[in-house]
């Protein structure tokens, strides 16, 4: 059994042949980081300003304001 580079847990040697020096959670977790980044990189170059937080609209919030959905009547009961 090989062991994890980041965890030191034991994980299956085939994994390591195909070229693994991680087990499958911590393997999980780095490919969960590399595409949010990956996202957020892609995502500033499409609306740079959105990505920064700086969103300005020319309305303001009506909190009050109640939304019907596709499928809903005005009372809110499902149609």
């Known amino acids: 059994m090989a062991e994890c580079v980041e965890c030191e847990e034991e994980y299956p040697d085939k994994r390591l042949e195909l070229g693994y020096e991680t087990c499958l959670d911590c393997g999980q977790r780095a490919a ?22 700086v969103v300005k609209t020319n309305e303001e919030p009506d909190w009050d304001r109640e939304f019907v959905f596709e499928g809903e009547e005005e009372d809110g009961k499902d149609a």
Not at 36 to 48: G, H, V
């Open 32 to 53: 969960v980081r590399i595409t949010n980044a990956r996202t957020k990189q892609k995502l500033a170059e499409i609306a740079p300003r959105a990505a920064a937080g």
